[in-house]
């Protein structure tokens, strides 16, 4: 397959206004993703149950993203991904108010799952109209600029999560998350009237997608073998970084003797990093081309999340944190780029199932994360993870590299 792509209409972009929109959008989603991390000891405490279970407000979470993919990529394709990205986004609102006024950790759990049911539509069907939008050639700039926002996300959550463990108390997220997608839903319906309709993201057909076409897009993208080797690997990715990430702010609390605000503040780090990749994503692609940012993305993460593990004090937080968010951004965005050609006439889908692949490696590395820790500790398991994404991003690297060699 050639790394053109003929589906973008033209070489303009889009509006700005619609990227940065998206990218809000992503951010709240990202937030919703890590918003309970440094909530964990507190809502075991809470709830009395042990943290492992308690980390169920995670995994599930990830677990109900990954399976709704299978929904949402297919009816993105049909009826339009920015469309359905604006009607998740205020849905999303009001799975957020259902969570804070759970009323015990069993509807807190099922809130969880529905809104990550909801959520799962936002990201991937971004992405997969960026790619609809952006020719090839200039998409990876466009999308390390999308990721800002889900960047500063992923660490406000992790950052507010703190906040609220020590001084606000475990709802207040949830109805600050509802806010904030309730303002961003309306700002993406305003953006939706002044698109072309050529630009919405749909294949031109209302009709709710049939079982038999869904499996036949499915089946389209699994036919390729580029595209399963994409699918485990960032199965394997989301596996060994967000596992750990997940209790990286109790392993610190509980190592250096900081508060949870603390903790969760050094974690928040991680964005930091993402943010110094997506700002000079343009420099560092042309540096070192697709394969090297995944290696050196790989090396960054191994370090990064080694500092972490070890951490003797606070300082080793913050740079492990910092070299990890790098790290991640470098090889998630290569491997971003890529899986919007793994199937461009049906492009939602392939992104879709891409994103499933990411989420359900989530849920699976929380769970052997969780139990990983209670038998040999937070930091031995987070820094097994470090270990395990290096040999990931060095074989994606080498595979990468002979593809493009055969290419040409």
């Not at 913050?318 to 491997?335: E, P, Q």
């Amino acid at each position: 397959m050639s790394s053109k792509d003929s589906s973008a209409p033209d070489a303009a972009l889009p509006p700005l206004l619609a990227i940065v929109c998206l990218s809000l959008a992503a951010g709240a989603s990202a937030m919703a993703m890590r918003v309970n991390d440094a909530l964990l000891p507190q809502l075991a405490q809470i709830f009395g149950v042990p943290l492992a279970i308690t980390a169920q407000v995670v995994s599930f979470y990830a677990l109900a993203y990954g399976a709704a993919q299978v929904l949402w990529g297919p009816v993105g394709d049909r009826i339009g991904k920015y469309r359905v990205v604006a009607w998740a986004v205020l849905a999303c609102a009001l799975a957020s108010l259902a969570c804070a006024f759970a009323g015990d950790f069993a509807q807190l759990r099922a809130a969880r799952v529905l809104a990550g049911m909801l959520a799962a539509a936002i990201i991937p069907l971004s992405i997969a109209w960026l790619g609809d939008v952006v020719p090839y050639e200039r998409r990876q700039p466009v999308l390390a600029r999308f990721l800002i926002g889900q960047i500063t996300g992923l660490a406000a959550g992790v950052w507010l999560g703190g906040v609220a463990a020590d001084h606000l108390g475990w709802r207040v997220p949830y109805f600050v998350l509802a806010g904030v997608y309730g303002v961003v839903g309306a700002q993406l319906f305003l953006g939706l009237r002044r698109l072309p309709l050529n630009s919405i993201g749909c294949s031109g057909s209302a009709a709710p997608p049939s079982l038999a076409r869904t499996l036949g897009d499915f089946r389209e993208v699994l036919g390729a073998r580029w595209a399963r080797i994409l699918l485990l690997i960032v199965f394997l990715e989301g596996s060994f970084l967000f596992g750990p990430l997940a209790f990286m702010a109790a392993h610190l609390h509980q190592r250096l003797g900081v508060s949870l605000t603390v903790a969760g503040s050094l974690v928040m780090v991680f964005g930091a990093g993402g943010l110094v990749y997506a700002l000079g994503a343009r420099r560092l692609i042309s540096g070192l081309g697709e394969t090297g940012l995944a290696r050196a993305g790989a090396v960054f993460l191994c370090l990064g999340l080694g500092a972490i593990a070890a951490a003797p004090s606070w300082i080793f937080g913050v740079a492990g944190s910092l070299l990890a968010g790098l790290g991640f951004y470098m090889l998630h965005n290569t491997l971003q780029v890529n899986a919007t050609q793994m199937a461009p006439r049906v492009r939602g889908a392939a992104v879709s199932i891409f994103a499933a692949s990411f989420f359900l490696g989530q849920s699976a590395g929380v769970t052997m994360t969780g139990w990983l820790s209670a038998r040999i500790g937070n930091g031995l398991a987070i820094g097994l993870g470090g270990g395990a994404l290096l040999g990931v991003g060095l074989g994606f690297g080498q595979v990468l590299a002979r593809r493009r060699a055969a290419q040409g």
